[in-house]
Structure formats: C-alpha cells, structure tokens
Nanobody, 125 residues
Framework: QVQLVESGGGSVQAGGSLRLSCAASRYTISSNCMGWFRQVPGQEREGLALIDNGGGTTFYADSVKGRFTISQDNAKNTVYLQMRSLKPEDTAMYYC??????????????????WGQGTQVTVSS
C-alpha cells in the first residue's frame, strides 16, 4: 500500500520560510509524477507545484511561482516544497500527491492517485 507522509508544517510569521517534506513508502517517486496541493476549509483544493519525472521538468501555479520550489531526493524517496516569503494567504493544509507514471497531466487533483494526510501551515501577519 502506497504511503505518502508529509511533515514540516507549522506556524511562521509573514515573510518567513518553511520546508515541507513528503516521504513515500512502497512507491518510487522518481518513476512517477509528484505534486503539492493545499486547501483551506470551505475552499477548493489548489494545485501548487509538480515534478514531471518523464520530462524532468517542474511547474508552478502563478500564486506561488518565484516563492515556492519543489524538489526531490531520490535516495531518500522524498519530495520537498521549499516555501519562502510566506504570506498570511498561504495558510492552509498542505498535501503531497502522486500520479502513477512518469508524466504529469497538470495541477488538477483529479489527475493524482495517492494523497498524504496533510500538514498544516499557518502564516501570521
């Protein structure tokens, strides 16, 4: 059974940084599409970033481009989301997700097959 376990969330002041981690079990991240999403209660889930391991490319939502960086450590089978210049509107539950296969179809949650349990990020002004 595939497991994705996020960690690294917490509380930070505006302008600060956090790095989220997503450790995968029984799943090889380098052979699949990996992504990060977030959701605020009562709002739609938002796709933030993905790694397309087929093309070796990354893609970001406009809302986080230039502030967030997705990366992976294949030896640790872990995906990261480095978040800088955090804003109060970045407050949300953050989720790691994966799609079977090397290639990503886009930053829509319906394209992803497995999800972690989430880690909360709270940014205060």
């Amino acid at each position: 059974q595939v497991q994705l376990v996020e960690s690294g969330g917490g509380s930070v002041q505006a302008g600060g940084s956090l790095r989220l981690s997503c450790a995968a079990s029984r799943y090889t991240i380098s052979s699949n599409c990996m992504g990060w999403f977030r959701q605020v209660p009562g709002q739609e889930r938002e796709g933030l970033a993905l790694i397309d391991n087929g093309g070796g490319t990354t893609f970001y939502a406009d809302s986080v481009k230039g502030r967030f960086t997705i990366s992976q450590d294949n030896a640790k089978n872990t995906v990261y989301l480095q978040m800088r210049s955090l804003k109060p509107e970045d407050t949300a539950m953050y989720y790691c997700a994966s799609r079977n296969g090397y290639y990503c179809l886009g930053l829509n949650g319906r394209y992803f097959d497995y999800w972690g349990q989430g880690t909360q990020v709270t940014v205060s002004s």
